[in-house]
T-cell receptor
Framework: AQTVTQSQPEMSVQEAETVTLSCTYDTSESDYYLFWYKQPPSRQMILVIR??????QNATENRFSVNFQKAAKSFSLKISDSQLGDAAMYFC??????????FGTGTRLQVFP | KAGVTQTPRYLIKTRGQQVTLSCSPI?????VSWYQQTPGQGLQFLFEYFSETQRNKGNFPGRFSGRQFSNSRSEMNVSTLELGDSALYLCASSLEGTAPTGELFFGEGSRLTVL
């Protein structure tokens, strides 16, 4: 069965600094999707970034980038130039084809001024 | 384009009652999924509907049911509520078809409290 593991329950970063959130997953599939979602206190889950497993190039969205290591089944999120508005729960998620999203347990990110 | 809309945002029920939650997906999205979020269990998949048919189902008891209408709007129902059903219920829609992108777009959720 597919699983997603986030080993960092909480992380903190100073404003303007860089932070990396870790995620590992397990699957026997070769083509799938990986996502990072952000859930602020307002609770709406917002897509931060997506990666298709067949693409070797790491996805980037403005200050957010991923380090996708397919062989190691690792999918970390790097947030550069952290802002106060980045404070939230971050969930790593896996999806195979049109199956359900499988979420990790989340990492709570605190941003200090 | 309007996002995923869930109603009601908050509701309080007592044990034994039933509840119906509604979800309107993004226009053009034919897939609607439901997730339960609790502090203890995290995010758990309930079910997914596509073109009015349940396509996937999670490991929840039969008290949890859902349906999808021809306009893609979806409802989920929980009967005989238990204290443990208190949770944030998230609805998500996705664009399926010839050019799927894989991601789900979430609503703001319905916060259910069972007393």
């Amino acid at each position: 069965a597919q699983t997603v593991t986030q080993s960092q329950p909480e992380m903190s970063v100073q404003e303007a600094e860089t932070v990396t959130l870790s995620c590992t997953y397990d699957t026997s599939e070769s083509d799938y999707y990986l996502f990072w979602y952000k859930q602020p206190p307002s609770r709406q889950m917002i897509l931060v970034i997506r990666q298709e497993a067949y693409k070797q190039q790491n996805a980037t969205e403005n200050r957010f980038s991923v380090n996708f290591q397919k062989a190691a089944k690792s999918f970390s999120l790097k947030i550069s130039d952290s802002q106060l508005g980045d404070a939230a729960m971050y969930f790593c998620a896996y999806r195979f084809n049109t199956d359900k999203l499988i979420f990790g347990t989340g990492t709570r990110l605190q941003v200090f001024p | 384009k309007a996002g995923v809309t869930q109603t009601p945002r908050y509701l309080i029920k007592t044990r034994g009652q039933q509840v119906t939650l509604s979800c309107s997906p993004i226009s053009g999205h034919r897939s609607v999924s439901w997730y339960q979020q609790t502090p203890g269990q995290g995010l758990q998949f309930l079910f997914e509907y596509f073109s009015e048919t349940q396509r996937n189902k999670g490991n929840f008891p039969g008290r949890f049911s859902g349906r999808q209408f021809s306009n893609s709007r979806s409802e989920m129902n929980v009967s005989t509520l238990e204290l443990g059903d208190s949770a944030l219920y998230l609805c998500a829609s996705s664009l399926e078809g010839t050019a799927p992108t894989g991601e789900l777009f979430f609503g703001e959720g319905s916060r259910l409290t069972v007393l």
